[in-house]
């Protein structure tokens, strides 16, 4: 029995994004694409995600993050661009009390 998993924009685009970046197939972009989307979804629907993805120091940084409107509404400023531009997930760190970001193909885990 064949499988099919359908792609939104978003998903192709970090796919890409992600297979440039790594030199990598376009097959490992996507698999990445899919836990960035696992991620978003959580952390839009109010739940506190845990998380993992590697920093740019080469550590890895466990983090407990969201994104859910109702908690972050006075925590936006609105001026900003969006992190998505530069191919990154932004978040609220729930443990610093601040914004912060990583790079697509830096995700390791959702937990």
């Known amino acids: 029995m064949d499988q099919v ?3 939104n924009d978003n998903t192709v685009v970090r796919a890409k994004v992600i297979a440039v ?3 990598s197939r376009m097959v490992d972009g996507i698999s990445k694409a899919l836990l960035i989307e696992q991620l978003k979804r ?3 629907s109010g739940q506190i995600v845990k998380f993992a993805y590697l920093k740019k120091d080469g550590s ?6 969201t994104t859910n409107p109702d908690f972050i509404a ?3 400023c609105g001026w900003g661009e969006s992190r998505e531009r530069y191919a990154n997930t932004a978040y609220y760190d ?8 990583f790079r697509w193909e830096n995700l390791i885990a959702v937990y």
């Not at 890895?60 to 993050?65: N, S």
């Not at 729930?94 to 970001?101: K, T």
């Open 60 to 65: 890895i940084r466990i983090a407990f993050g």
């Open 94 to 101: 729930l443990e610093s009390g601040g914004w912060r970001s």
């Open 42 to 44: 959580k952390l839009r």
């Open 21 to 23: 970046r790594t030199s």
């Open 74 to 76: 006075d925590k936006v």
């Open 5 to 7: 998993i359908l792609l």
